[in-house]
């Protein structure tokens, strides 16, 4: 008898658009435009991953591609060092769905929602897809100022497109990932712990020349990387036409990373759901 009242309190209380008998999809709605704005109002989750990753990208343009760019395809180290910061920014910027799930779990948003009628669901998708769309413009900003430090495609309009597209893919992988680790602990130190264990990768795999450039146990280590197909794909997307891009290698580790994700926040969403919040 007092379910109901309470949860309309609670509702209302966020001003969220939802009607008497709302629907999962309604709420989904409102539930990620009510994760936009709370990224709107943190400038750490916005802008913090894209000014980072636009300062390497000039630094390192700016100090390496003078003595650098002679290893480069085509000879312009700007394709070789976007794709590395794009890279960067997937991990730097894809814990927002996980940051967002640990706001409303310590404030106790989350727990009040759980009391709602809609879809279990919409609980950690509406985060998700908000650290997408927040990723795609991130990867877009930097796209466009890796144009004006002289970034030239070979395939041109398509293959930015392309980039930023994987770029959004492997990003998803990982949103999901620090949802996952969300719902299971309700801890915004260990979201930081999973980006900081994936950042680093992005340095111990062919991060300023090519990999037929390495030697020694870096060669090795490079080679090894997880993170070595999806980074050589992107670049191919830069330097090689489409008649001579290898793209499978890069594909089917961002496939792995979706599938893991999407796997690690279902278990995560079960369990939760069984234990409550």
């Known amino acids: 008898m007092s379910t109901a009242p309470a949860t309309i309190t609670a509702l209302d209380a966020d001003r969220m658009p939802l009607s ?3 629907t999962s999809f309604a709420a989904f709605r409102a539930l990620t435009a009510r994760s936009l704005r709370a990224c709107a109002r943190t400038p750490s989750l916005l802008y913090s991953p894209l000014f980072m990753s636009a300062f390497f990208l000039i630094v390192y343009e700016a100090q390496l591609s003078t003595v650098a760019s002679a290893t480069t395809p085509g000879g312009r180290y700007i394709d070789m060092v976007l794709p590395l910061c794009l890279l960067t920014t997937v991990f730097t910027g894809g814990a927002t769905a996980g940051q967002l799930l640990v706001r409303d779990i ?3 948003y989350h727990a009040r929602l759980w009391l709602t009628p809609v879809g279990r669901w919409t609980l ?3 985060p998700v897809l908000a650290g997408i769309l927040i990723l795609t413009a991130q990867a877009g900003a930097l796209t466009a100022l890796g144009l004006l430090l002289g970034l030239s ?4 309009l398509p293959a930015l497109l392309a980039l930023v597209g994987a770029t ?3 990003g998803i992988g990982f949103q999901l990932l620090t949802a996952a680790v969300a719902l299971h602990t309700g801890n915004g130190s260990a ?3 999973v980006t900081l264990v ?3 990768l992005s340095f111990f ?3 300023f020349v090519p990999r037929d450039q390495l030697d020694g146990w870096m060669a090795y280590a490079a080679d090894i990387n997880p993170l070595t197909p999806p980074l050589e794909a992107m670049r191919g997307l830069l330097t090689s036409p489409w008649s001579e891009q290898n793209l499978l290698p890069g594909a089917l580790v961002t496939a792995g990373t979706l599938a893991a994700g999407a796997v690690a926040a279902r278990l995560a969403l079960t369990l939760r759901t069984r234990t409550g919040v």
Do not use: E
């Open 106 to 108: 310590g404030s106790g």
């Open 20 to 22: 008497a008998a709302p």
């Open 153 to 156: 495609p070979v395939s041109g």
């Open 205 to 207: 795999t062919a991060t």
């Open 124 to 126: 950690t998708a509406a």
């Open 168 to 170: 959004v893919l492997l």
């Open 191 to 193: 979201i930081g712990s």
């Open 198 to 200: 994936f950042f680093p």
